[in-house]
């Protein structure tokens, strides 16, 4: 009896972790670039400093 291993030995579980895991690594080689792209952006930079901005006062 094979079991749910099948012809390949591996088990659906075994399978669909080797596939995440491939997944995860790739999206992780490129988080740091994405990264750095939208803390570089003029969106971002204008959104920050409104947000550092917000509640002070420009009547002082």
Do not use: D
């Not at 088990?11 to 670039?33: G, R």
């Amino acid at each position: 009896m094979t079991g749910f291993a099948g012809a390949t030995g591996r088990t659906p579980f075994s399978a669909f972790f080797a596939y995440f895991s491939a997944v995860v690594v790739t999206h992780l080689v490129h988080l740091s670039e994405k990264i750095k792209k939208q803390e570089n952006s003029k969106t971002h930079l204008h959104n920050s400093m409104e947000l550092a901005l917000l509640g002070t006062s420009e009547l002082s």
